[in-house]
């Protein structure tokens, strides 16, 4: 399985809502990520968390609060967000900090469009 | 710090033609260097990775890249362009010693006309 996957796919959601967003693998990686990308640019880094501890925020404003419950899942929870916010939020995953060449792995991304 | 440069942010070909996308590194260490493929609305898919075994490297559906120091490339191509290869493609870096995460260029969008 060499498979990331994101729920939902798609999320439209008002300024004042809570949601979170999921990311899941099964391949044993110990590196799992948080991407942001606009529209013909490329992916932005968030998040990192290496053996399920945050190792690096990207300066990200706090209505974005990440979350590693266990090593095969990662989780973003959103909370008054704003329009500029709306972008394909991409999880990705790779096997830990002392293998740099290993690639990552992406899902296919949440949709966000804050309304 | 290590980082890619892809110069142009579209290329546009024939159907059937040479595709050709540029890459080039900075890197103080020996670097590791990938091309991923990210079609509308989707995620990136890995193409291709140099990790310093082969110079040339093959990758998924029928593209391939070749590392050259003296250059400070990893330039893609594929022989014949196809519709269907039409999307976005990013080289990233990363670099032994230095930051595990990938670093990426900025992309290079392919249009393919029939």
């Known amino acids: 399985d060499t498979e990331v996957t994101q729920t939902p796919k798609h999320l439209v959601m008002g300024m004042t809502n809570k949601k979170s967003l999921k990311c899941e693998q099964h391949?044993?990686?110990?590196?799992m990520y948080w991407y942001k990308q606009k529209a013909k640019k490329p992916p932005e880094l968030m998040f990192v968390y290496s053996y399920e501890k945050l190792s690096i925020n990207e300066s990200v404003p706090s209505r974005f609060s990440p979350e590693c419950p266990n090593s095969s899942l990662l989780n973003l929870h959103l909370h008054a967000l704003q329009p500029e916010d709306s972008a394909l939020y991409l999880c990705?995953?790779?096997?830990?900090?002392?293998?740099?060449?290993?690639?990552?792995?992406f899902g296919q991304g949440t949709r966000l469009t804050v309304v | 710090a290590q980082s890619v440069t892809q110069l142009g942010s579209h290329v546009s070909v024939s159907e059937g033609a040479l595709v050709l996308l540029r890459c080039n590194y900075s890197s103080s260490v020996p670097p590791y260097l990938f091309w991923y493929v990210q079609y509308p609305n989707q995620g990136l898919q890995l193409l291709l990775k140099y990790t310093s075994a082969a110079t040339l490297v093959k990758g998924i559906n029928g593209f391939e890249a070749e590392f050259k120091k003296s250059e400070t490339s990893f330039h893609l191509t594929k022989p014949s362009a196809h519709m269907r290869d039409a999307a976005e493609y990013f080289c990233?870096?990363?670099?032994?010693?230095?930051?595990?995460?990938?670093?990426f260029g900025r992309g290079t969008s392919l249009i393919v006309h029939p």
């Open positions: 391949m044993g990686h110990r590196a």
């Open positions: 990705a995953s790779s096997q830990g900090s002392g293998t740099p060449v290993a690639e990552a792995f």
């Open positions: 990233a870096v990363r670099s032994l010693g230095g930051s595990y995460i990938p670093t």
